[in-house]
């Protein structure tokens, strides 16, 4: 089992810049996969970027060049930096784990999500 917190989220205007953290509790050492979703109203949840074991980090074509995800192991924590908001920003985002279980199968476990407001 593991579970997942978020904060950072809030209101900013077009332009603007938020950070988001998740942090991680219970089996961190079964987590595959970090990342952050997204998903607005009327809309599929969508992956923003996540980072695997390796390090290596994916990001959705739409936030390339405006949002930086990092890890701090330590903290077990994972973090999205985002700058340049737009309004299509506007979004819950959730974090999420992939966690290799004991039959060696991947779990997902999700947030609470914390919501992500741009508009002016």
């Known amino acids: 089992q593991v579970q997942l917190v978020e904060s950072g989220g809030g209101w900013v205007q077009p332009g603007g810049s938020l950070r988001l953290s998740c942090v991680a509790s219970?089996?961190?050492?079964?987590?595959?996969?970090l990342g952050w979703y997204r998903q607005a109203p009327g809309k599929e949840r969508e992956l923003v970027a996540d980072?695997?074991?390796?390090?290596?980090?994916t990001y959705t074509d739409s936030v390339k060049g405006r949002c930086t995800l990092s890890r701090d192991n330590a903290k077990n924590t994972v973090y999205l930096a985002m700058g340049s908001l737009k309004p299509e920003d506007t979004a819950v985002y959730y974090c999420?784990?992939?966690?290799?279980?004991?039959?060696?199968?991947?779990?997902?476990?999700w947030g609470q999500g914390t919501q992500v407001t741009v508009s002016s």
């Open positions: 999420k784990a992939d966690v290799i279980g004991d039959s060696g199968l991947m779990d997902d476990y």
């Open positions: 980072i695997i074991r390796s390090g290596s980090i």
């Open positions: 219970g089996s961190t050492a079964s987590i595959y996969a």
